[in-house]
């Protein structure tokens, strides 16, 4: 197959999902969030920010930092999703000595990306998601300068992560897009999902650091990767190995 044949064959494919989007009866917000609550990485990130929460309202002693804290966090956060949609999700496999490092959310991710209509795959493993939780206490506790600043960090945290975490359930529902904002963030991630998984790693945001990291081309000027649905074609040279 030329390169032209290929490239017009994944025109076809995002034009067909779009298409499906518009056939199938849209998902109400009540319908997808009704799903969103049936699975675990909601109710653990919603009970750490009540319990993050009640701890900081009980402790008062309210201050700038409590500002500056989430004011931080929120603009560091798209690098933040890029650098580990990049280097952590997108991890490859490898082998040191007779050891292969191959993160849990690696491998999930892998999954994802193999079948993006899998909802389950689409949210954070509930061990993942544990083991970040654990971490964020011990960051918010031991890094600040206090108690009350640390837990403003966990329940920023929390709050962001439930942002995610729902913005990128909604993008693999069955919720027709209804406003701009929204229509951008859902064709760029089905362009990273069914065009090129290079590119296009923001989920939350509209292409903002992907412009600065120079992952935000035309999609017309890009070719269709054989490996969108294959990271790294682990798959194919499993096959190899197999056969």
């Known amino acids: 197959m030329s390169t032209d044949d290929i490239d017009a064959t994944a025109r076809r494919q995002v034009a067909a999902e779009e298409r499906r989007m518009r056939s199938r009866r849209s998902m109400t ?32 002693d309210w201050g700038i930092a409590d500002l500056l804290v989430p004011v931080v966090m929120v603009a560091s956060f798209p690098p933040a ?99 701009a904002f929204y229509r951008t963030l859902w064709r760029n991630h089905r362009f990273h999902h069914y065009r090129n998984e290079h590119y296009w790693f923001a989920v939350t945001t509209a292409g903002t650091v992907d412009r600065l990291m120079h992952t935000y081309p035309d999609p017309e000027s890009i070719e269709k990767s054989p490996t969108a649905k294959d990271l790294h074609a682990l798959q194919a040279d499993h096959r190899a190995v197999r056969s």
């Open 81 to 179: 999703e890029w650098l580990i949609h990049v280097f952590v999700l997108h991890w490859r496999p490898k082998r040191l000595g007779p050891v292969t490092i191959d993160p849990l959310v690696a491998r999930k991710h892998r999954e994802h990306h193999s079948d993006p209509r899998d909802i389950p795959l689409v949210f954070i493993p509930w061990q993942v998601l544990v083991t970040v939780v654990l971490a964020a206490v011990a960051v918010g506790l031991v890094v600040f300068a206090s108690p009350q600043r640390g837990l403003t960090f966990m329940m920023v945290l929390a709050a962001i992560g439930l942002v995610y975490e729902w913005t990128h359930y909604l993008i693999h529902s069955d919720y027709r897009p209804r406003h």
């Open 29 to 60: 917000l009540r319908a997808a969030f009704a799903e969103f609550l049936r699975h675990p990485s909601p109710w653990i990130m919603a009970a750490f920010l009540l319990i993050a929460l009640t701890a900081r309202m009980w402790l008062g």
